[in-house]
C-alpha cells in the first residue's frame, strides 16, 4: 500500500516564525504536490514537484517555498507565517504519467496549521 | 481542464445504492472523469477513474453518459463509512506534464442509520 505520511497532524505557531511542513513517501513516485484545504474554497494546489530539486509554482504559491531534497520527501516551508496561512495542508503524491495514461493520487492524512 | 458541477449535499440510507451526479458539458474528448472522496479528518483518497465506458472496482461504478456530458458515481450499498465528500474533477491526460488536479467544493454525502 502506498503511504504518504506528515510530520504532524496538528501545528500551532506564531505570526512571524518559520514553519516547515514535512511530507514523506514510500512508493517511489517522482510527482509531489503540496494544497492547503479551506472550507468552501475546496484544495488549492501550492506547489509541485516533478523530480528531485524540481519544483513548480500551483495556484497560491505566495509566501510558501519548497524543498526536494530527496525523492521520497518534499518540504513546504513557510518563511514568516501569517494568520491568513491558518488551514489544512495535504500532501499527494503521484507516479509520474505515461503517455495517454493517468495515475490517481495518493494523499497524506493533513496538517492542521494553526498561526497565531 | 474543463469544470464540473455537483450537487453541494446529498442524504441516503444505510445499505442502499447511491447515485452521486457530476455535469461536466464542456469536457474534451481527451479528459479523463476521476473521483476522490475525503471521509472526515482525512486526506482525498481515489475512488475510480474512467474515460468513455463505464467502469467497475471494489469501491464503486463509475457510468459516464453516451456524449460524456455527465457521469455518475455508484455506491453499490451504502454504509456509514462512505459518509464523507466526493469530488469528480476532469483531467486532461494529454496533459501529463501539467500535474494539477482541480479540486471543486464536492458533495457532502450523508449517511442515514
Known amino acids: 500500500d502506498v503511504k504518504v505520511t506528515q510530520s504532524s497532524r496538528y501545528l500551532v505557531k506564531r505570526t512571524g516564525e518559520k514553519v516547515f511542513l514535512e511530507c514523506v513517501q514510500d512508493m517511489d513516485h517522482e510527482n509531489m504536490f503540496w494544497y492547503r484545504q479551506d472550507p468552501g474554497l475546496g484544495l488549492r494546489l501550492i506547489y509541485f514537484s516533478y523530480d528531485v530539486k524540481m519544483k513548480e509554482k500551483g495556484d497560491i504559491p505566495e509566501g510558501y517555498s519548497v524543498s526536494r531534497e530527496k525523492k521520497e520527501r518534499f518540504s513546504l516551508i513557510l518563511e514568516s507565517a501569517s494568520t491568513n496561512q491558518t488551514s489544512m495542508y495535504l500532501c499527494?503524491?503521484?507516479?509520474?504519467?505515461?503517455?495517454?495514461?493517468?495515475?490517481?493520487?495518493?494523499f497524506g492524512p493533513g496538517t492542521r496549521l494553526t498561526v497565531t | 481542464d474543463a469544470k464540473t458541477t455537483q450537487p453541494n449535499s446529498m442524504e441516503s440510507n444505510e445499505e442502499e445504492p447511491v447515485h452521486l451526479p457530476c455535469n461536466h458539458s464542456t469536457i474534451s474528448g481527451t479528459d479523463y472523469i476521476h473521483w476522490y472522496r475525503q471521509l472526515p479528518s482525512q486526506g482525498p483518497e481515489y475512488v475510480i477513474h474512467g474515460l468513455t465506458s463505464n467502469v467497475n472496482n471494489r469501491m464503486a461504478s463509475l457510468a459516464i453518459a453516451e456524449d460524456r456530458k455527465s457521469s455518475t458515481l455508484i455506491l453499490h450499498r451504502a454504509t456509514l463509512r462512505d459518509a464523507a465528500v466526493y469530488y469528480c474533477?476532469?483531467?486532461?491526460?494529454?496533459?501529463?506534464?501539467?500535474?494539477?488536479?482541480?479540486f471543486g467544493t464536492g458533495t457532502r454525502l450523508t449517511i442515514i442509520p
Open positions: 474533477i476532469l483531467r486532461d491526460y494529454r496533459n501529463f506534464g501539467n500535474e494539477k488536479l482541480t
Open positions: 499527494a503524491s503521484k507516479q509520474r504519467p505515461a503517455k495517454d495514461r493517468t495515475y490517481e493520487q495518493y
